[in-house]
């Protein structure tokens, strides 16, 4: 997932030479859903999306696709491959503080001490040498990226316990790609339409979204959001190498030391005997009003079960056979 999520931020740049913002966000989407949409049919699978999933999906493909995806591109039309990259590893704070309160995911130390190291080296990155990464006020709108990013995960979550990760992949490509689709203009000239541009479009497209969102999915599956999240502090590392070779945008000293810290808590955080320790049921689980209350701390509440939530319970005879 990783290593194909690094060239993104990279092709991104490529196509933004040809594209708006606006036109990209609705052309990747778009295009990543008739991608899995083939795949889906050529495989025949059947699609498990119920009703009450639909309201869920709708926010998630809003926050973590048109959303987030409109920002990213306007952000980058000005800030680095690598620096995006590194500004968007604010989003697992965010998601580690969400899940903390909303999910009530809970960690052991090692995995809260490996939080701390790696967003000191994305400290350390983002700010130890503000000019050579290219930090600037757009830099803000990645920064809001990163914080829809974070909600996504949250409200995505309880939907990968039931509809399978390449599907949900499928249905917020389609909804995120409508979604961005009335700010496109689609008035590139074709004169600046190059091979490196469509290359730039497939690897944006299949290897950037179809495959590292459905294994990300995948990933967050069978572990927590600030497990699945924290994944993404590793990706800075490949996309300024890449921002590097590929764009000439040259890494700074403080980028490399930042980047390697950031791998180490990382590598902490992974060791960790990450664990779901409920104190009750989450603020977006739709589970019991009140979780457990500490001193000090406003309970949180949910919202209440509604009927298909309810186990189903039968009372037999005695005398039945």
């Known amino acids: 997932m990783v290593g194909a999520t690094a060239p993104a931020y990279v092709a991104t740049r490529e196509a933004l030479t040809v594209l708006s913002p606006q036109d990209l966000t609705s052309l ?65 704070v965010f998601a580690f503080i969400l899940g903390y309160f909303v999910l009530v995911e809970r960690t052991t130390t090692l995995g809260y001490i490996g939080m701390v190291v790696a967003v000191g080296g994305v400290v350390i990155v983002t700010f130890g040498d503000s000019t050579a990464t290219g930090f600037d006020e757009n830099a803000l709108l990645i920064v809001g990226a990163a914080l829809l990013l974070s909600v996504f995960l949250i409200v995505q979550q309880p939907l990968l316990a039931r509809v399978p990760a390449v599907e949900i992949v499928f249905w917020s490509c389609a909804i995120g790609g409508i979604g961005a689709l009335p700010l496109a203009t689609f008035d590139a000239d074709p004169a600046q339409v190059t091979t490196s541009f469509w290359m730039a479009i497939v690897v944006l497209v299949v290897l950037s979204t179809v495959l590292a969102n459905s294994m990300w999915n995948v990933t ?28 000439g945008e040259a890494p700074s000293l403080a980028a490399i030391g930042g980047g390697a810290i950031a ?59």
């Not at 696709?65 to 690598?82: R, W």
């Not at 791998?263 to 779901?276: D, K």
């Not at 000090?296 to 939530?309: F, K, Q, S, W």
């Open 28 to 92: 990747r989407f778009l295009g990543a859903a008739a991608v899995l949409g083939l795949y889906l049919l050529v495989n025949r699978q059947r699609l498990r999306i119920t009703r009450r999933d639909v309201p869920r999906l709708l926010a998630a493909a809003l926050c973590g696709y048109a959303g987030f995806g409109l920002l990213l591109s306007l952000g980058q039309s000005t800030v680095p491959a690598g620096t995006t990259s590194l500004l968007l590893n604010i989003s697992p």
């Open 263 to 321: 791998l180490a808590g990382v590598v902490m955080l992974s060791q960790a005997t990450s664990r779901r320790k409920l104190a009750g049921p989450g603020l977006l689980t739709g589970a019991i009003p009140i979780i457990d209350v500490h001193p000090g701390l406003v309970p949180i509440v949910t919202m209440p079960l509604t009927l298909a939530d309810l186990p189903h319970f039968e009372m037999v005879s005695p005398d039945a056979d």
């Open 220 to 247: 967050l599956k069978h572990s927590s959001v600030a497990e699945g999240g924290s994944l993404l502090l590793v990706v800075p590392i490949f996309s300024l190498l890449l921002g590097w070779l590929v764009l």
